[in-house]
């Protein structure tokens, strides 16, 4: 299906009873859909997958791209965040980080911590109310982690690179050393990512997991010669499974970036049919 016919056909995905049974459901505002997690809100924290519906960017028509400022207009993504955030009714502001593929977390807990976004990290930790954390992907894994004890929180971008560097233990030994998070109190949100039914990896990718995961048989499939299919979904969960968080509270969106692409910005898909894409904003907070 080219670009065309699946932006007519955005109306397609998974019913709501299925998607319930991942511990997902849909939310909507003014055409903006976001994809959220049952436990997550259920314990207190307002979270959220975007997905690329409802906004103003010409990727190509009509899309909420809510970064990638080299690529749009300021003006763009400022509207595209204000429909955001009306989806969680306009009571939060946002705190990012300039990601760069690494393994380092930043700790926000001042306002003017809060408002720096210039800082280089891939994960953000904070207990603040009134704020939503914020990673951008458009393959790479989103995962939000909130602490039903404490209220502290977290949002990890787990690219290849960071999932090798362990950046989702990274988050959790600062939430521990913040704000006392313990293993068993946490629950995790897996986003829309690359899946590892079309997500492959050149040799160096494979030397890297095969160096650090020792179940990274579990997570690659061999194609052809120096490649291999690589599931970092599965990746990221076995990482929180060994820091000791329980199996029934990771919950894994039942999406690939690379296949819904009516849904989602695809890096690997889109950079090469369109020249460009837009970004996912992936957040998590509690309210006042």
Excluded at 48 to 53: A, I, K, M, N, V
Aim: hydrophobic share 35%; net charge negative; charged share 25%.
């Amino acid at each position: 299906m080219n670009q065309k016919s699946k932006v007519k056909n955005r109306g397609s995905d998974y019913s709501k009873e299925t998607l319930s049974d991942f511990g997902f459901l849909w939310r909507e505002n003014d055409g903006a859909k976001v994809l959220v997690s049952k436990a997550l809100e259920e314990s207190g924290f307002v979270n959220g997958f975007s997905t690329r519906l409802g906004g103003v960017s010409p990727y190509p028509e009509n899309d909420l791209n809510l970064a990638g400022f080299g690529e749009d207009s300021d003006e763009n993504i400022a509207e595209n965040r204000r429909r955001f955030l009306k989806v969680f009714d306009n009571r939060f502001s946002l705190t990012s980080v300039w990601q760069v593929h690494g393994n380092g977390v930043k700790t926000v807990k001042t306002l003017a911590e809060a408002q720096n976004t210039e800082e280089k990290y891939d994960a953000l930790v904070s207990d603040l109310p009134g704020m939503l954390a914020a990673v951008k992907t458009a393959d790479c894994v989103p995962v939000l982690l909130g602490d039903t004890e404490t209220g502290a929180y977290a949002a990890v971008h787990a690219g290849w690179r960071g999932t090798v560097e362990s950046i989702v233990k990274n988050a959790f030994e600062k939430m521990r050393d913040e704000f006392g998070t313990r293993p068993e109190d946490l629950i995790a949100a897996i986003g829309p990512a690359a899946s590892g039914k079309n997500y492959e990896i050149g040799q160096e990718v494979i030397d890297a997991f095969n160096s650090k995961f020792s179940t990274s048989g579990n997570l690659l499939e061999k194609t052809r010669e120096g490649h291999a299919l690589i599931d970092l979904h599965i990746a990221n969960k076995e990482q929180l499974l060994s820091i000791g968080l329980r199996a029934e509270n990771i919950s894994i969106a039942p999406f690939c970036t690379m296949e819904r692409t009516d849904l989602f910005f695809s890096y690997r898909v889109e950079k090469k049919t369109l020249g460009k894409t837009g970004r996912l904003m992936s957040v998590i907070g509690r309210s006042m």
